[in-house]
Nanobody, 129 residues
Framework: QLQLVESGGGLVQPGGSLRLSCTAS????????IGWFRQAPGKEREGLSC???????DYVDSEKGRFTISRDLAKNAVFLQLTNLNIDDTAQYYC???????????????????????WGQGIQVTVSS
């Protein structure tokens, strides 16, 4: 049974950077598309970025250039580099997994939360001066 644990969150000043980690156990990440999401108080969960089992990536248009997703299969982990953070980036950040088994499906990923079956517990990112 796949389990995901996020780490790397915390308090950062506006303009700062953070690197979030999503570490998996119970299975290997090359079977899954991994997405990063966030949810601020009173708002819906929104997708940020994803990486497919074959390493293809996608981003929501609003965060292209500020956020970068990457993966280290040896560590069974996916990372999200956050840069030039602002107060509006304050939220709980989550990673999630969507198992992909078909050859075509393994090349794709989605930033839509509804697609994902397994979620981490989330990690808080607070941007404040």
């Amino acid at each position: 049974q796949l389990q995901l644990v996020e780490s790397g969150g915390g308090l950062v000043q506006p303009g700062g950077s953070l690197r979030l980690s999503c570490t998996a156990s119970g299975s290997t990440l090359d079977k899954y598309a991994i997405g990063w999401f966030r949810q601020a108080p009173g708002k819906e969960r929104e997708g940020l970025s994803c990486i497919s089992p074959t390493g293809s990536t996608d981003y929501v248009d609003s965060e292209k250039g500020r956020f970068t997703i990457s993966r280290d299969l040896a560590k069974n982990a996916v990372f999200l580099q956050l840069t030039n953070l602002n107060i509006d980036d304050t939220a709980q950040y989550y990673c999630a997994a969507d198992q992909r088994s078909t050859p075509q499906g393994r090349q794709l990923c989605s930033v839509k939360p509804v697609v994902y079956e397994t979620w981490g517990q989330g990690i808080q990112v607070t941007v404040s001066s």
